[in-house]
């Protein structure tokens, strides 16, 4: 007959050894999910500001004069998003009836537009460590 006196504390250490390694893994996974949904939820948080910041610089290009927004940049708004006018190119506008197709709203004196000025949009904001750049060319017709 052989001795089998070591073989139950030999048992004992594998399972142990085998059950530490499954709590490591399982560790590191829900560490790694939760950075995972971390950086996707600021991610979200900084796209939906940069929209915001995109909105509120039509509503600047609406409201002010050609002259203030040769080169505009706006740090402080309410949408947390930093954006940047630029005056990209101006060409005349012709549509349907000598109206333009885009932006519909009617012009100021005569109801016509003449000529047509794209501006560059450029929104970005942060949120943690993710950050959202956005890109928008917007005509407003004078």
Not at 70 to 97: C, D, H, M
Not at 102 to 131: C, D, K, M, N, R
């Amino acid at each position: 007959m052989r001795n089998h006196k070591g073989i139950a504390l030999l048992t004992v250490l594998i399972v142990m050894i085998i059950g530490l390694a499954l709590v490591g893994v399982v560790t590191f996974l829900c560490t790694r999910g939760y950075q995972t949904y971390s950086a996707s939820k600021n991610y979200q948080i900084a796209l939906q500001q940069a929209q915001g910041g995109i909105e509120e610089a039509i509503l600047d290009i609406e409201t002010q004069t050609y002259s203030e927004l040769r080169q505009f940049s706006n740090p402080n708004t309410q949408s947390g998003a930093i954006y940047e006018i630029s005056q990209v190119f101006w060409k005349p506008l012709t549509g349907f009836g000598g109206a333009p197709v885009f932006p519909p709203s009617s012009s100021a004196y005569s109801g016509v537009y003449g000529v047509g000025v794209f501006y560059l949009i450029h929104s970005f904001a942060t949120q943690g460590e993710s950050q959202a750049d956005l890109y928008a060319l917007y005509v407003k017709g004078y």
